[in-house]
């Protein structure tokens, strides 16, 4: 007996049904082409003859996981040492002495009288800058001639030696002189008050206030005068250390 391909066995069971069979022919292929199984049920009942097709796909989807890496980023720092030099400031008792020549030009007319410092020069030894010399000019104010007279002046002045230099302002100062006539000598005494006002080398940043007083001889108390005179200077300086 050949054997029967599906379409046989299909042809036969409906021939079985058709002649009021009660038994009920099953049969199943399977169709491997789209990954489907395909069931097929005849049955006999009661001359009604009933196909069930039953088609399931089962689709797989496998999930790829996919691993996350998370890097990381290190912030590095870098904190800049910041080296702060802070001048220390010293304070230093000053004292000096010097010697020179102070030229004038005096106005002295009727009952008032003025001068103007044209030059101070002279030489000594100060704290600090050690053996220097000092330098300045100034003005007098107009006072009266009548003696006995105090006259302000003013002025600037710098003290400069190998080792530093002071800068000074005259900012009080008095000075007197009484002559028996315009054309005889005198002995003039002036003090006051200077303000250092910088500085230089061992001197250098120089702030503080000094105390002068000294003498000048003039030759006379009109026109053009020069004479010499000497100074000394003491007080307190704060430099930069």
């Avoid at 042809?11 to 395909?38: D, E, H, M, Q």
């Avoid at 989807?61 to 720092?77: D, E, I, P, W």
């Avoid at 220390?88 to 020549?101: C, E, I, L, R």
């Avoid at 001068?115 to 009266?144: D, N």
Wanted: aromatic share 4%; charged share 10%.
């Amino acid at each position: 007996m050949r054997k029967l391909g599906v379409l046989g066995t299909a042809v036969l069971a409906l021939t079985l049904a058709a002649c009021g069979g009660s038994k009920a022919l099953v049969t199943t292929s399977s169709t491997r082409a789209t990954g489907a199984s395909t069931t097929t049920t005849l049955a006999k009942s009661k001359g009604t003859t009933t196909t069930t097709t039953t088609k399931s796909a089962t689709t797989t989807t496998q999930a790829k996981s996919k691993g996350t890496t998370t890097t990381q980023v290190g912030t590095s720092t870098t904190q800049a040492a910041t080296t702060t030099t802070q001048a220390t400031n010293k304070k230093v008792a000053f004292s000096g002495s010097y010697s020179g020549t102070a030229s004038l030009l005096i106005d002295n007319t009727g009952t008032s009288a003025s001068a103007t410092i044209s030059s101070v020069s002279g030489t000594g030894t100060g704290t600090l800058v050690g053996a220097s010399s000092v330098s300045g000019s100034g003005s007098t104010k107009t006072v009266s001639a009548l003696c006995p007279t105090y006259t302000p002046f003013t002025g600037t002045g710098r003290i400069s030696g190998s080792a530093g230099t002071i800068t000074f302002t005259v900012t009080e100062s008095k000075s007197s002189g009484c002559p028996n006539s315009d054309s005889a000598p005198v002995k003039v005494t002036f003090s006051g008050v200077a303000v250092a006002t910088g500085g230089t080398g061992t001197a250098e940043g120089a702030t503080g206030t000094l105390t002068f007083k000294g003498t000048l001889n003039l030759g006379g108390t009109s026109g053009s005068q020069s004479g010499s005179y000497t100074v000394t200077l003491s007080g307190q300086l704060t430099v930069k250390g």
